[in-house]
């Protein structure tokens, strides 16, 4: 049982890997997106039929999950996106509002009571986002995308705990990965031609992206994925989401770490030189993660019932 705890507490720290690999990537997001889910599309076929399991549904199922898939592919590359235009550590503090905006979503999409403790849990959450701002103006255009990004992402967190009622984990985020990969192609025309700047699509890569690719779909997407669901069927899911909210923690502390090794000219990394933070941000930070750790303590003290959200798609 300790050694699932500890795979668990590293399949965290991967997903919360994804926001550095975003900024040592050189690839655009929407195009960095693209290659993300394809390569994990791939990977996730491969993986499926090793497992001897069955990957075909019909039509009308197919047309939702794909659906489900282009909200994956907005969030991802808004996520990324909010990395880019600001501090790793800023990104991830934005993404943590993710327990706040399921809280609101869930009464609208799912038609449950709203919960007295998640409007207080939510309302501290707020006052976290709050002093974050007003502690780190200058990537406020950062936060913002990434708070946006917490959205789309507790929208489809929403819907898979429908959908993962009906079909097994693996074929289900498959169907996601080439929905997300396939919207985005769709997208492409329009995106080169408004949205590049005259610089057209930029798939290429360079340097080391090839390695940081394939540690983002190979390590932290279909590795990652297809260990949580192995270790769900042996650890409870208060436990796995109480370990899975810990992902904001994890980030902005390996961050800092290599905030400092590139102070110290032990590593170079310029692109984190915005990872030095003011006080007021990691008080507001500390709201935001505490009002997220709360959350499932406060739910199994009261003995409410509510849908476990699996952790289908990580970031």
């Given at each position: 049982m300790l050694r699932d705890y500890l795979k668990l507490h590293f399949i965290v720290l991967l997903w919360g890997f994804t926001a550095i690999l975003g900024k040592l990537l050189t690839v655009p997001p929407v195009e960095l997106v693209f290659w993300r889910t394809l390569l994990a599309s791939v990977g996730l076929v491969v993986l499926i039929a090793a497992r001897g399991q069955q990957w075909r549904v019909s039509g009308g199922q197919a047309g939702r999950l794909l659906a489900v898939g282009a909200l994956v592919a907005a969030h991802w590359i808004t996520f990324f996106l909010a990395a880019r235009l600001s501090s790793v550590s800023v990104c991830l503090a934005g993404l943590a509002t993710l327990a706040l905006w399921t809280s609101l979503l869930e009464p609208l999409l799912l038609w449950r009571r709203v919960r007295g403790y998640e409007v207080g849990l939510g309302l501290i959450t707020m006052v976290g986002l709050y002093l974050v701002s007003q502690a780190e103006l200058d990537q406020l255009l950062g936060l913002g995308v990434a708070v946006l990004s917490a959205g789309l992402s507790a929208l489809f967190s929403v819907l898979n705990s429908k959908l993962i009622k009906t079909h097994p984990p693996l074929r289900l985020t498959f169907y996601e990965m080439l929905g997300a990969c396939l919207s985005i192609a769709l997208f492409f025309p329009i995106y080169s031609r408004y949205f590049t700047q005259g610089k057209g699509l930029q798939l290429g890569w360079h340097g080391y992206?090839?390695?940081?690719?394939?540690?983002?779909?190979?390590?932290?997407?279909?590795?990652?994925?297809?260990?949580?669901?192995?270790?769900?069927?042996?650890?409870?899911?208060?436990?796995?989401?109480?370990?899975?909210?810990?992902?904001?923690?994890?980030?902005?502390?390996?961050?800092?770490?290599?905030?400092?090794?590139?102070?110290?000219g032990l590593l170079h990394a310029p692109q984190f030189n915005q990872e030095r933070m003011s006080t007021g941000f990691y008080i507001g930070t500390l709201l935001i993660v505490l009002s997220v750790l709360i959350h499932p303590l406060v739910a199994r003290l009261m003995k409410d019932k509510q849908p476990d959200l699996e952790p289908v798609i990580p970031v």
């Open positions: 992206d090839w390695l940081w690719l394939a540690l983002l779909a190979g390590v932290c997407t279909v590795y990652a994925f297809s260990t949580s669901v192995e270790l769900m069927k042996r650890l409870s899911p208060f436990a796995v989401n109480l370990t899975i909210n810990l992902e904001p923690v994890y980030g902005i502390s390996m961050a800092a770490a290599i905030y400092w090794l590139h102070t110290q």
